[in-house]
């Protein structure tokens, strides 16, 4: 049983679902609309038998259906729920519809059952069973028990391994200064995060590419079929994939950085393929048109993770791969910002002051060589003061 929250909009319940089996292991997804799920939410505990009476039953049309059944039940306000007291062994305590790779794989992008994208999530439906006493997981033990498996991580060679709010100080660079690394044996591979402004996207080569679903290589056609270089093989699955270059831009230069899927799904709600196909039925042939949804990103600033390797260090590349994207606050900097906007403009009616005060000397008023002096020492003062204003924000 679990919350069906709406994560678009305020996380508000939508329902509280669940999903039932009987004593014919037959699996039934069941929901209790928003209204009504306060009212039943105590008198349901999973892991207990229930009979349920006078409920709706519908053919199950939604999206991300959580098992097999082309039917749902739906609980109404005339709805009965009687708990059974005592324990019936005809009924299992748990009940699955295993999913081998292959079947995992083939419904990548396909919304129709809760297995999602090609690679796993959790969700809030999802629960852990961890060492179950059913045959399937008897048969991965007996199948692992002769062999000697040690189990590690396994990251890339010269990459810190960091927690995400470790990464947004991790390693900070202007613009200025990732392109004045210089290549060495330590920096044959390196993460760096810079604050950057999105100010312009080169569509010259298009906004997405299509990627092998395995390795998320560039197919290509070969011979008039797809091909994989990399797996040297006619991929199964091809999606759409993102390929944004941009133009950043920070308070010490501009340059090139270069998001793909994992960088900019945190920054566009939807995914390559959704919009790739959007574009095609409004556009039809034109496929280099930016959409709408990623021109929204020109104009945003964003702390951005780049992975630097030989190719930027070494041959001095400026498409910088953008690893991914953090969250940042920039508060902080516009209050900054402000506070000099706040500085100069003090400065400046200093500044107009001592002028206005020289010109309205009574015209009997001889202005003397100290007076003189006086005024240009406060001038000089003044703009060093705006100087100084400046130089500790920057440096900042």
């Known amino acids: 049983m679990w919350n069906a929250i709406n994560i678009a909009n305020n996380h508000d319940l939508i329902s509280l679902d669940m999903i039932l089996v009987d004593k014919e292991g037959t699996l039934i997804h069941a929901s209790i609309r928003k209204n009504l799920a306060q009212s039943f939410r105590p008198q349901l505990n999973e892991g207990s038998i229930y009979t349920i009476t006078n409920f709706l039953v519908e053919e199950n049309k939604g999206n991300y259906r959580p098992v097999h059944n082309q039917l749902k039940i739906l609980f109404n306000s005339t709805t009965s729920v009687s708990k059974f007291n005592g324990f019936d062994h005809s009924i299992t305590q748990s009940q699955f519809e295993f999913a ?17 994208d090609y690679q796993l999530s959790s969700t809030f439906a999802t629960k852990l069973y961890v060492n179950l006493d059913i045959p399937e997981v008897a048969e991965i033990r007996n199948k692992y028990t002769t062999m000697d498996i040690t189990v590690k991580d396994i990251l890339p060679k010269g990459l810190p391994k960091a927690q995400d709010g470790e990464l947004a100080l991790h390693n900070k660079k202007t613009v200025v200064e990732i392109k004045d690394l210089e290549w060495n044996s330590k920096t044959k591979d390196l993460l760096v995060t810079c604050n950057a402004k999105i100010i312009n996207i080169n569509n010259k080569y298009g906004w997405y590419y299509v990627a092998c679903l395995i390795c998320k290589t560039k197919v290509k056609q070969v011979k008039g079929i797809l091909w994989c270089e990399r797996c040297k093989n006619q991929p199964k699955f091809a999606v759409p994939s993102y390929r944004i270059q941009v133009q950043v831009q920070d308070e010490t230069g501009s340059t090139t950085f270069i998001l793909f899927d994992k960088g900019v799904e945190k920054i566009i709600s939807k995914i390559a393929k959704e919009l790739a196909e959007m574009q095609e039925e409004i556009f039809k042939l034109d496929g280099n048109t930016l959409p709408e949804e990623i021109q929204k990103i020109i104009g945003n600033e964003y702390l951005f993770q780049l992975h630097l390797d030989e190719y930027n260090l070494k041959y001095g590349k400026e498409n910088y791969i953008v690893s991914k994207i953090l969250e940042m606050e920039i508060s902080h900097k516009q209050n900054d910002s402000r506070k000099v906007e706040e500085h100069q403009d003090t400065m400046e009616e200093i500044v107009k002051k001592s002028r206005k005060d020289k010109y309205i000397a009574s015209p009997k008023t001889e202005i003397g060589e100290h007076l003189l002096k006086d005024l240009k020492e406060c001038r000089s003062q ?10 500790t924000n920057i440096a900042g």
């Open 382 to 391: 003044c703009f060093k003061n705006v100087k100084r204003v400046f130089s």
């Open 100 to 116: 081998d790779y292959g079947t995992i794989a083939s419904r990548c992008y396909d919304t129709t059952y809760m297995t999602g």
